[in-house]
Nanobody, 122 residues
């Protein structure tokens, strides 16, 4: 298994931006697609975004499309989530996860980070 460590969360006003990072251990990072998920208090964990192994294919939840951008740097074993035009309803713990495939689609994620808190004030 791979170790995933998220960072970059914090408190931001509505309309602001944050950039989350997820650093992965190991030498096989570039073999796998990666995803971001979030879980708000009292709610189920939900998909936010995913990126293929090469970074050329991405997918977003409708709720964040046009505001969030997922990217990756395979040389640095890191995946990013740039979050713009943040809304109070984006408040959640954000998790990155490794997919058991090089490509997006499906829900077969096998490794998860510990999460980073994002709080958006109105």
């Amino acid at each position: 298994q791979v170790q995933l460590v998220e960072s970059g969360g914090g408190l931001v006003q509505a309309g602001g931006s944050l950039r989350l990072s997820c650093a992965a251990s190991g030498r096989t990072f570039s073999n796998y697609a990666m995803g971001w998920f979030r879980q708000a208090p009292g709610k189920e964990r939900e998909f936010v975004a995913a990126i293929s192994w090469s970074g050329t294919i991405t997918d977003y939840a409708d709720s964040v499309k046009g505001r969030f951008i997922i990217s990756r740097d395979n040389a640095k074993n890191t995946v990013y989530l740039q979050m713009n035009s943040l809304k109070p309803e984006d408040t959640a713990i954000y998790y990155c996860a490794r997919k058991l495939s090089a490509f997006i689609g499906g829900n077969n994620y096998d490794s998860w980070g510990q999460g980073t808190q994002v709080t958006v004030s109105s």
